[in-house]
């Protein structure tokens, strides 16, 4: 069996589409992120939209890979801070974080 080839990528944001996030803004947000980085000539940064991710407050979402940092309440200008401080510099941007990897931002342990 011939197997697929994919270019090899730094980090894989993923954006939820789900209801609340997609009347949020999600939609522009994708967009305004793809064409930063297609600008920005930074094609180490894969993007896609997914279906629900499951939390549906604090939206539009995004999950960045690797680590698993999820972002909430994004809007462009938070999207612009994440390209320059997550994706050029490996620095999340913390005050918009409200999940890493198996770490939780201002919320208890229980789900």
């Not at 939609?27 to 064409?35: E, K």
């Amino acid at each position: 069996m011939n197997k697929p080839k994919l270019k090899a990528y730094e980090y894989h944001a993923v954006f939820c589409c789900g209801n609340k996030c997609v009347e949020s803004g999600e939609r522009t947000l994708f967009n305004h992120l793809r064409n930063r980085l297609m600008v920005l000539g930074m094609d180490t940064v894969r993007v896609n939209r997914a279906g629900c991710l499951g939390v549906c407050e604090g939206g539009p979402i995004m999950v960045v890979y690797p680590g698993g940092y999820w972002y909430c309440g994004l809007d462009a200008a938070a999207i612009d801070r994440i390209i320059e401080n997550h994706f050029r510099h490996g620095e999340a941007v913390e005050e918009l974080l409200f999940h890493k990897g198996g770490e939780r931002f201002g919320g208890d342990r229980r789900g």
